[in-house]
Nanobody, 129 residues
């Protein structure tokens, strides 16, 4: 089981930026697909963004153009740059890892929570209007 630890959450104003980071405990990080999910108050957890082993990135429509996901395999770190934040982005953000997979996986696989087997504890992001 991979241990994941998120950081970088906080309280910001609408229009501000935040950068979330997720550190992984395993050198097998390079073999896994990584994703960010979020759970807003009173809502189900939802997909935000993912980056595959091959480097392909995928985003939920709600964050496309504002959020950027990236990975540093040498540092076994996943990041999420969030710009132009809105009150609707308020949520607990989780990073997650899939098992080792083929080099390229479909966007539907990467957006599916059931594809992920390791989850971080989450970091709170609050956006005030």
């Amino acid at each position: 089981q991979v241990q994941l630890l998120e950081s970088g959450g906080g309280f910001v104003q609408a229009g501000d930026s935040l950068r979330l980071s997720c550190s992984s405990s395993k050198r097998t990080f390079v073999d896994t697909n990584m994703g960010w999910f979020r759970r807003a108050p009173g809502k189900e957890r939802e997909f935000v963004a993912a980056v595959g082993r091959g480097g392909g990135t995928y985003y939920a429509d709600s964050v496309k153009g504002r959020f950027t996901i990236s990975r540093d395999n040498a540092k076994t770190t996943l990041s999420l740059q969030m710009n132009s934040l809105k009150p609707g982005d308020t949520a607990v953000y989780y990073c997650a890892a899939t098992p080792r997979t083929a080099y390229y996986m479909s966007s539907s696989y990467l957006a599916d929570q059931s594809s992920y087997v390791s989850w971080g504890q989450g970091t709170q992001v609050t956006v005030s209007s």
